[in-house]
T-cell receptor, first 112, second 113 residues
C-alpha cells in the first residue's frame, strides 16, 4: 500500500519568512495530493491540492509542487503570518475515490 | 451550505464497551470516509461508504464497522473497545465524480479507560 513520509516534523519561522514542507510517497499509482491544515481542537482543513497531471499550483501565499518521477511533493508558504501556525499534513490517494494516506504532520510555529 | 458535522464531541468509555459515533455529510456529498487520528499522528483511513455499501477498508479489525443511510449520513461502530482505540475519530465527506476533495468534520474525541 501507499506510504507517505513528511519532513520536517517541526518548523519554526519568523513572521514574513517562507516555510517549506516536503513529502515523499511510495505508490506510483497515486494521482491526487492534498494538503491539510489542522488547528488545535479542530478537524483538518483542505488548503490546496494537486493532481498528477500538473506540476505546480498556486493560491495566493500557498503553492504546491509535484515531481512524479521522484515521487515527492512540497508545500510552500510565503510571507508567513502568526495565523499560519498549525499542524500541516500532506496526503496521497491512489484512486479516484480519495481514500487518503497521510503523512505524520509538521508543526509550524510562526513567531512575530 | 452546511459543513460536515459529528456527534458527540467527546466520549469516555471503558474497555470492552461498545461505541457509536455519528456523522452528517456536507450538503451535496454522497461519500463518507472515516479516519482515526491518534495523538500526535496523521489520520489513518478506516473505511469509506458509498451508496450505503463499504467501498474500501484500511488496516482495521472487523470490530470497527459502519453504516451509511439514504440521506448519506453515517455511523462508525466500535465493539470490544481497547485502550489503543483512544483517538480523535474524523469523518470526511466528498462528492463522487467531482474530484477527490474530502472535507472533514471537527471529530469525536474518544477516551477509553
Amino acid at each position: 500500500g501507499e506510504n507517505v513520509e513528511q519532513h520536517p516534523s517541526t518548523l519554526s519561522v519568523q513572521e514574513g519568512d517562507s516555510a517549506v514542507i516536503k513529502c515523499t510517497y511510495s505508490d506510483s499509482a497515486s494521482n491526487y495530493f492534498p494538503w491539510y491544515k489542522q488547528e488545535l481542537g479542530k478537524g483538518p482543513q483542505l488548503i490546496i491540492d494537486i493532481r498528477s497531471n500538473v506540476g505546480e499550483k498556486k493560491d495566493q501565499r500557498i503553492a504546491v509542487t509535484l515531481n512524479k518521477t521522484a515521487k515527492h511533493f512540497s508545500l510552500h508558504i510565503t510571507e508567513t503570518q502568526p495565523e499560519d501556525s498549525a499542524v500541516y499534513f500532506c496526503a496521497a490517494s491512489p484512486d479516484s475515490w480519495g481514500k487518503l494516506q497521510f503523512g505524520a504532520g509538521t508543526q509550524v510555529v510562526v513567531t512575530p | 451550505e452546511t459543513g460536515v458535522t459529528q456527534s458527540p464531541t467527546h466520549l469516555i468509555k471503558t474497555r470492552g464497551q461498545q461505541v457509536t459515533l455519528r456523522c452528517s455529510s456536507q450538503s451535496g456529498h454522497n461519500t463518507v470516509s472515516w479516519y482515526q487520528q491518534a495523538l500526535g499522528q496523521g489520520p489513518q483511513f478506516i473505511f469509506q461508504y458509498y451508496r450505503e455499501e463499504e467501498n474500501g477498508r484500511g488496516n482495521f479489525p472487523p470490530r470497527f464497522s459502519g453504516l451509511q443511510f439514504p440521506n448519506y449520513s453515517s455511523e462508525l461502530n466500535v465493539n470490544a473497545l481497547e485502550l489503543d482505540d483512544s483517538a480523535l475519530y474524523l469523518c470526511a465527506s466528498s462528492r463522487t465524480g467531482v474530484g477527490n476533495e474530502q472535507f472533514f468534520g471537527p471529530g469525536t474525541r474518544l477516551t477509553v479507560l
